[in-house]
């Protein structure tokens, strides 16, 4: 059995006190001690601003939260609308790449190479393994 | 007001014979509340997302089956209150709560507390007993914190606790008791 004549009350009453619960000698002994009054006060205002607290942080969380889930849908879609033009970028670069490859350096060298051999090769007369007595006949 | 246009589209829902026809007005009405709750609890938001979501749909998946001895609120409250303790139990949640806990803490003491004409002094004290709670409620144990956040943040009395929780309102009250004596040890006596 509790005892009326506390000095101040025991954080169980305050906390039954907190629940609404109180025993009817704990609301009075509140009305006649302003220490107890003010404790009991300061600890509902610091849990009522707690659930304020904690439910405005939660709906900045949710709003938070939306933000984040609709940016990737619309990096999503710019990515969708423009994947054709990408691809068809993608595929001209690698088309004037080869031109530029094949058309810019390999090719000139090769051909004009080539086309010496054959020059060559043509304006003999005879074949090379006959051109030093072709010039026997020729100094004589 | 509000309280009225709430129940009464609460009583809306209950006497639909199919609850499936209303869901889209009761996520609209109840998600905030289930997502808050499951917020608070897991500290993680696309925990408490993932948890919201799997809340309702279980209770869609069970609409059926809803015995309506409570409140819609408390019936989802409570398959909110399993999956978030199954979340918890998770290893790999556990990993990163603790990392959580050791880490810098979220600063949550900056929101919400209106000035209310309140000395600067008076208000700081205020954010400094906010932020001690919500520090005490994370290392609650996990029954302790369910009925806390239940009471304290989602206003709900001591049967609606015992049917959202599954337990007797006694050892809700006794679960209570050891949190606010928690709460109040961390708050140093500044309350």
């Known amino acids: 059995m509790r005892r009326p004549s506390l000095k101040h009350l025991a954080p169980e009453q305050l906390s039954e006190c907190i629940l609404g619960q109180p025993d009817p000698w704990i609301a009075r002994h509140l009305k006649e001690c302003p220490a107890c009054r003010t404790e009991l006060e300061q600890f509902r205002e610091a849990l009522f601003a707690f659930r304020g607290v904690v439910r405005d942080w939660s709906e900045n969380q949710a709003g938070a939260a939306l933000a984040v889930h609709s940016?990737?849908?619309q990096s999503r879609s710019w990515i969708a609308s423009h994947q054709l033009?990408?691809?068809l970028l993608l595929a001209a670069v690698c088309v004037l790449a080869s031109l530029v490859w094949h058309g810019g350096q390999k090719t000139p060298a090769s051909d004009s190479l080539l086309l010496n051999q054959v020059d060559a090769q043509v304006s003999?007369?005879?074949?090379s393994s006959m051109e030093p007595l072709m010039k026997l006949v020729v100094q004589e | 007001m509000e309280l009225s246009a709430t129940s009464e589209l609460e009583r809306a829902i209950r006497s639909d014979v199919a609850v499936v026809a209303n869901f889209e007005a009761l996520v609209r009405l109840y998600r905030p509340k289930v997502f808050r709750f499951a917020l608070a609890s897991l500290r993680d938001l696309d925990a408490a997302e993932t948890v919201t979501q799997d809340c309702f749909l279980r209770a869609y998946q069970a609409s059926s089956s809803f015995r309506r001895d409570c409140s819609m609120?408390?019936?989802l409250m409570q398959i909110a209150v399993n999956l978030i303790r199954d979340h918890s139990r998770n290893r790999r949640f556990q990993f990163w709560r603790r990392a959580r806990l050791t880490a810098k803490p979220v600063d949550v003491a900056g929101h919400?507390?209106?000035?209310q004409g309140r000395s600067p002094e008076t208000l700081a004290l205020l954010k400094e007993q906010v932020a001690a709670i919500w520090?005490?409620?994370?290392?609650?144990?996990?029954r302790q914190r369910t009925v806390f956040l239940l009471r304290f943040v989602e206003d709900m009395d001591?049967?609606?606790i015992a049917c959202a929780t599954g337990m007797k309102e006694g050892t809700v009250k006794t679960h209570l008791f050891r949190a606010l004596r928690a709460v109040r040890e961390r708050l140093g006596g500044t309350a």
Do not use: M, Y
């Not at chain 1, 003999?124 to 074949?127: A, N, S």
């Not at chain 2, 919400?112 to 000035?115: F, L, R, S």
């Not at chain 2, 520090?135 to 996990?142: D, Q, T, Y």
């Open chain 2, 158 to 160: 001591l049967l609606e």
């Open chain 1, 85 to 87: 033009a990408f691809a």
């Open chain 2, 73 to 75: 609120q408390t019936w």
């Open chain 2, 112 to 115: 919400g507390i209106a000035d």
């Open chain 1, 124 to 127: 003999r007369t005879v074949p």
């Open chain 1, 71 to 73: 940016r990737p849908t």
């Open chain 2, 135 to 142: 520090e005490a409620a994370g290392r609650l144990p996990e």
